[in-house]
């Protein structure tokens, strides 16, 4: 399973745009890059998956450049519900999937 | 269509006592998986079950662990004779097919005293 490297926290405010960029350099072919969200006590929660150029969903944005090495989450208008640790997992759908990689994450901090 | 039940939310044991943490999947899903997460760290892959079987288990301790997801009930994560070491937040997720996305449940938080 490819390893991931995300900063380990990012501070934002109520209505800005939030870009969390995930490191993946030795991403495989098939692998997907999949971001989860976790809030205190609960646990992840999917948010958003993608192979390659840009996904989109009511949630966020994912931003896959051609060489697949890198991705970047990003979150429109946050609000302080969105304070939270995000996740950024690679792995093949039909194999790596069935156990979840998860590294200590991006913690997110939003203020008003 | 309720989500992933996971019993007892909290559960408090003392060293040497065993401890049951059960996962109810989500409805139609028969792949279950659980994961350990200890403070201020990422979850870490534990097992991987269908029903009747173990598919993967290569993140389980080799002693003192043991899960099981029998073809009627709840999936059930049982660790007997338990450390302070054990005591973490143990997380069930279920999926439709094994390359599905997983739904998490909300966790037991197991203390050891």
């Known amino acids: 399973l490819a390893k991931t490297t995300q900063p380990i926290s990012m501070d934002s405010y109520e209505g800005q745009e939030v870009n969390i960029t995930c490191s993946h350099n030795?991403?495989?072919?098939?692998?997907?890059i999949t971001w989860y969200q976790q809030f205190p006590s609960q646990g992840p929660r999917f948010i958003i998956q993608?192979?390659?150029t840009k996904v989109t969903n009511e949630v966020a944005s994912l931003f896959i450049p051609a060489d697949r090495k890198s991705s970047t989450l990003s979150l429109p208008r946050v609000s302080l519900s969105d304070t939270a640790v995000y996740y950024c997992?690679?792995?093949?759908?039909?194999?790596?999937?069935?156990?979840?990689?998860f590294g200590t994450g991006t913690r997110l901090l939003v203020s008003p | 269509n309720a989500g992933v039940m996971q019993n007892p939310r909290h559960l408090v044991r003392r060293r040497g006592q065993e401890a049951r943490l059960r996962c109810s999947p989500m409805?139609?899903?028969?792949?279950v998986y659980w994961y350990r997460q200890l403070p201020e760290e990422g979850l870490k892959f534990m097992v991987y079950?269908?029903?009747?079987?173990?598919?993967?288990e290569s993140g389980m301790p080799k002693e003192r662990f043991s899960a099981e997801f029998p073809k009627e009930g709840p999936s059930i994560l049982r660790i007997q004779q338990v450390v302070r070491g054990d005591s973490a937040a143990y997380f069930c997720?279920?999926?439709?097919?094994?390359?599905?996305?997983?739904?998490f449940g909300p966790g037991t938080r197991l203390t050891v005293t």
């Open positions: 997720a279920s999926s439709r097919e094994s390359y599905y996305e997983q739904y």
């Open positions: 030795n991403i495989a072919t098939n692998d997907y």
């Open positions: 993608g192979y390659k």
């Open positions: 997992l690679v792995g093949d759908p039909n194999t790596g999937f069935q156990k979840l990689v």
């Open positions: 409805k139609g899903h028969s792949h």
């Open positions: 079950l269908q029903k009747e079987n173990i598919i993967d």
